[in-house]
């Protein structure tokens, strides 16, 4: 479709001549000689040229009408009365170009085409951001189980407040995507969401990337930096894993939900944000407690709402549909055939355990489809982890012979650091702890250093 633009000027010459100009140059053109006849086109007009001077309104009055209305279109002042002063007024009010009577039709084209390109560009970016909104929306975090039906209509009770949301449950069940939803059906949707993943954070560098640092704040830096909580400014601040964030760094968290308030590395200027924190955890935050790697005043400050998402073999009414959404997903990122999967395919897949949740039911449904050759996705097609398959029947739980608990929960930490290279943050994941909670046993056990 051409794009319409319409021309406000009260000199009928000047009038027709743009006109002429733009028609030929591809544009439906419609125009009016006051501003009262304008403002009736003001809703179809994809870009609007109107001189400064009207017969009983200014431009710049008109301009104001027209953001009232609420249209997207761009507005290029025209005026044989041009100062610096008007035109930063017209630009302070909205317009996007000032044209200074008189000028050439090549410059009158090159405004016009550079105006329409940068609404483009922002018509782009609106609807991008529309898209992202709609990714998170509840039709699109698959969840028919009435456990995850809970959960949303918790998120819909608790997204227009800006309390403290500490969401918790097994690595992959998809509590990233909880957050989001929060974020995005909150009144801070359009402001920054700014994810920080505590675990991987070495800790000699989790307060400057939290809380930035100042220049010849420590070896290396040589200008100062924002940390993550500046940028979430009027945002939301999403803290993954928090219970990897070390003691020293969570008195810090704790000023900045109390107070609200913070000083950069280096610097002895406290500095004011207005953020919304919401905090995730695949381990128990109360063993941590009890343990003293995490601070009890800061455990209630971010337990103000507590939102456990189940796992995946607790809700196993939500592996079909799941399923089914992975497969035309990822059949066609990755060019598969497969278009639907076979009721024994399904019956396999029901009958795992899936102890890594959604995340590993999607990546098995791409390795499925990557070994499939056919149209449907059958049983045989199906890779699962055999090891993980099998489950241990009931009753049949025991210890080595001749090892205590104790030995055993030792045996089990030396066996993760040595798979892990010594890496205590791997081999804390492989353990299903947080490096605190590493940290603390190894102590325990005499070998923290």
């Known amino acids: 479709m051409k794009q319409r633009i319409l ?24 125009q009016a000689g006051t501003a009262e006849q304008g403002l009736l086109g003001i809703d179809r007009a994809d870009l609007i040229l109107t001189d400064l001077r009207l017969p009983c309104m200014s431009g710049l009055e008109l301009l104001t009408l027209i953001q009232r209305q609420n249209s997207r279109a761009p507005v290029i002042m025209m005026t044989a009365h041009g100062t610096i002063e008007n035109a930063v007024e017209a630009m302070k009010a909205g317009a996007s170009d000032f044209l200074l009577k008189p000028f050439s039709l090549d410059h009158l084209m090159t405004v016009v085409h550079k105006a329409l390109e940068v609404r483009g560009l922002r018509d782009e970016n609106r609807k991008l951001k529309e898209e992202l909104g709609r990714r998170y929306e ?24 800006r309390a403290t949301v500490l969401l918790t449950g097994e690595s992959g069940v998809g509590k990233d995507l909880i957050a989001r939803a929060i974020h995005f059906h909150s009144p801070r ?22 809380f930035g640092y100042e220049k010849g704040a420590f070896t290396g830096a040589n200008t100062s930096k924002p940390g993550k909580f500046e940028q979430a400014d009027t945002g939301t601040v ?48 109360r063993a941590a407690l009890e343990q003293g790697t995490f601070r009890e005043d800061l455990y209630y400050r971010l337990n103000v709402v507590p939102l456990e998402i189940p796992p995946l073999r607790a809700r196993k009414q939500d592996i079909p ?72 029947p009931a009753g049949e739980l025991s210890l080595p012979d001749g090892m205590s608990l104790d030995q055993y929960e030792q045996e089990l930490i030396r066996h993760a650091l040595k798979k892990a290279d010594g890496n205590k943050s791997h081999a804390a994941r492989l353990l299903g702890l947080t490096r605190n909670a590493l940290r603390y046993r190894l102590t325990q056990m005499g070998m923290e250093s």
């Open 321 to 392: 549909p799941l399923a089914e959404h992975f497969i035309h997903k990822l059949a066609l990122d990755s060019g598969a055939k497969v278009e639907t999967i076979t009721p024994a395919a399904m019956d396999k897949i029901l009958e795992y355990p899936w102890p890594g949740n959604v995340r590993e039911l999607e990546n098995v449904i791409e390795r499925s489809l990557v070994m499939a050759t056919g149209k449907e996705l059958d049983a045989k097609d199906i890779k699962l982890d055999a090891h993980r398959a099998r489950s241990v």
């Open 189 to 210: 949707k359009d402001r920054p969401l700014v994810k920080i993943n505590c675990s991987a954070l070495p800790e000699n560098l989790m307060e400057s990337e939290l």
């Open 7 to 30: 021309i406000i000027e009260d000199e009928e010459k000047l009038r027709r001549v743009i006109q002429l100009q733009l028609t030929q140059a591809g544009f439906d053109v419609e």
């Open 238 to 285: 999403f803290l993954d894993e928090i219970g990897d964030v070390p003691t020293a760094v969570q008195v810090k968290l704790l000023r900045v939900l109390q107070e609200r308030e913070f000083e950069r590395l280096g610097s002895n200027k406290t500095q004011r944000i207005d953020v919304r924190m919401i905090a995730a955890t695949n381990q128990d935050l």
């Open 138 to 161: 509840f039709d699109n975090i698959i969840g028919r189980s009435p456990q995850m039906q809970e959960i949303f209509a918790a998120v819909l009770r608790v997204a227009p407040t």
